[in-house]
């Protein structure tokens, strides 16, 4: 293909240049080559200069990256500018787009008064949350592309991330339930068992929340004091809940005020799934959600529960369930399981016993014990007053305390019936269950699959920083903990598709940098080279290796 040019003499002998824009094809009647003009460019004298500059931009563009700086001279004259991390987000990116969540948060969101960058905001504010948490100000005003580089987004700002997140709050139910459905089908997830468990989090504020009801009464708000599992009683809080697969992938995550009990949260969720049609269902759950009023909720529309058991409950069921004679068996190395079947209920308890842990109970009541005849040695020379005044400072060591005997007289003494009685119970867990098709081997690891939760929160609190939380609209509160709950979603998936940590992962892909560089004549925005450790990763995830250059802008283009 080329320009040719063409004389025509006119009647008065002035001659007229056309360009044409021309390529030769072989004629093969002829046995010869043959012009063939594809456009009239019109008269040389004519041609607008702008337009043929934009034209020959226009066709640059699809030369290779190399070639477009090669015909511009720049290749040699680039000077480093900037560079930001880059194969974090992009790897994130991947996964994101392979769930769909890009598709169904546009479709959600649709005909809302949202910018058309709502979708990109959310990600890198879940991106931020899986690479490196912070504020959502310090994530808009200093991560997004001056840190991390995010596809699809250059820049952000304050407003336009909370303009996202008070549109998310409102999809928040729909989203969850669509994601579910593309993890299932991507990971071929079973769905027989839902881990369900509760933590709380904290605000760093004085003074909780109060609302006003209908009738003008004050009630506590979202933000409320209550029993912390994070050991800051003094400071307000709300209670989040989280449902996990048995391969431990969160499928769903609440938010609760920080005054509600754990015992009626595990129907709330049974009832939010329901509409989920999702196949047989056994909930999993600890001591703190047993009550018989959970156990015959979680039982409706055919679903079933495993359940742990309080040992030390005094319940007649308990102690029946315990004091029943039978030999173990043997499931795993360090776990081995006893069925008791009991008259007077449908439910069967599994006891479970790992003789590691009854080493470290025994080791652990030893020093307690220990620690307790320390401290009541002599106490017979106290007087009467003396010895109540460390029975009630031995009152605030439960661990202590629960050894305490205090004899007619008011003597201390170590409690050796009480100490028998733990010894009983050594590595020991108790567990119910109302599905009659499991066998007691399939209930005591179904349970011990709680530990899937445990690492979730561990990961929610530590890695992607839900704690402290310092929001104050209850939305944004909510919206905040659903960010976190999708950056677990991603690093979960990776983590289950590589067989590797997030944190490993995360420090390599972060590695992969996209640097920025000019010369006088082009700036030119380009990736460092993969390492095979990086290629290996993103091959795991079926996410394609990020192009070799994001952006070549040559200055004529610019100034055009």
């Known amino acids: ?191 027989d068992l839902i881990l369900f468990d509760t933590t709380s989090t904290y605000f760093e504020l004085d003074e909780p929340d109060v609302a006003v009801d209908g009738d003008g009464e004050t009630q506590a708000g979202l933000r409320s004091h209550g029993n912390s599992k994070d050991h800051r009683g003094d400071l307000p809080q709300v209670v989040v809940g989280l449902a996990v697969t048995r391969e431990g992938i969160p499928i769903r995550c609440w938010v609760w005020p920080g005054n509600t009990a754990d015992a009626a949260l595990i129907r709330q969720a049974k009832d ?38 309080k040992l030390r409950s005094h319940s007649p069921e308990a102690q029946a369930a315990l004091s029943r004679q039978g030999r173990y068996r043997q499931v795993a190395g360090n776990l081995r399981v006893k069925e008791v079947a009991l008259d007077d209920t449908s439910d069967r308890f599994v006891i479970c016993h790992n003789p590691e842990q009854a080493d470290r109970d025994q080791a652990i009541r030893g020093r307690l014990v220990a620690q307790l005849s320390e401290r009541i040695s002599g106490s017979d020379a106290l007087s009467a007053t003396r010895r109540t005044e460390l029975r009630g400072e031995l009152r605030t060591k439960p661990g202590l305390h629960r050894f305490l005997r205090v004899t ?78 999708l950056a677990l979603l991603l690093i979960r998936i990776a983590e289950t598709a590589t067989g590797d940590m997030w944190r490993n992962l995360r420090d390599e892909l972060d590695a992969l940098h996209l640097g920025t560089f000019a010369s006088p004549t082009a700036t030119v925005t380009r990736r460092t080279e993969t390492t095979p450790e990086q290629q290996r990763i993103l091959a795991a995830l079926d996410v394609a290796e990020p192009p070799a250059f994001s952006d070549i802008t040559l200055a004529r283009d610019a100034a055009a």
Not at 289 to 308: C, D, K, V
Not at 424 to 443: A, I, N, Q, Y
Request: aromatic content about 6%; hydrophobic content about 40%.
């Open 1 to 191: 293909m080329y320009i040719r040019r063409s004389a025509r003499r006119r009647k008065d002998g002035s001659e007229v240049v056309y360009v044409q824009l021309c390529h030769n094809e072989w004629d093969a009647s002829r046995g010869r080559s043959v012009t063939k003009v594809l456009h009239n460019l019109g008269r040389e004298d004519q041609l607008d200069p702008d337009a043929v500059e934009r034209l020959i931009g226009s066709l640059r563009r699809l030369l290779s990256p190399e070639r477009q700086l090669a015909e511009a001279g720049a290749a040699e004259a680039l000077v480093w500018q900037s560079s930001a991390r880059y194969g974090g987000a992009w790897t994130l990116d991947g996964l994101w787009r392979q769930l769909g969540i890009d598709q169904t948060l546009r479709a959600l969101l649709k005909g809302r008064r949202l910018d058309a960058s709502a979708e990109r905001v959310l990600f890198a504010l879940v991106a931020n949350r899986a690479l490196e948490p912070m504020s959502k100000h310090a994530a808009a005003t200093r991560w997004v592309g001056s840190q991390a580089a995010v596809p699809g987004l250059e820049g952000t700002s304050d407003d336009a991330c909370y303009r996202a997140m008070d549109r998310l709050v409102e999809v928040e139910g729909a989203l969850a339930e669509q994601v579910y459905s593309s993890v299932a089908n991507l990971l071929n997830l079973e769905t």
């Open 272 to 309: 939010d799934l329901r509409a989920w049609q999702l196949s047989r269902v056994v909930w999993v759950g600890d001591r703190g959600f047993a009550s018989a009023e959970n156990r015959r909720y979680l039982q409706r529309a055919g679903g079933h529960y495993i359940l742990g058991e």
């Open 408 to 485: 007619k007289g008011g003597r201390l003494r170590v409690d050796q019936t009480a100490v028998a009685a733990e010894a009983k119970l050594d590595g020991k867990f108790l567990l119910r269950t109302s599905d009659p098709s499991l066998t007691p081997e399939d209930v005591a690891l179904g349970y011990k699959q709680l530990a899937e939760v445990e690492a979730g929160w561990r990961d929610m609190k530590h890695t992607l920083d839900l704690r402290p939380i310092y929001h104050r609209l209850e939305d944004r509160i909510r919206v905040h903990v659903t960010l976190c709950w």
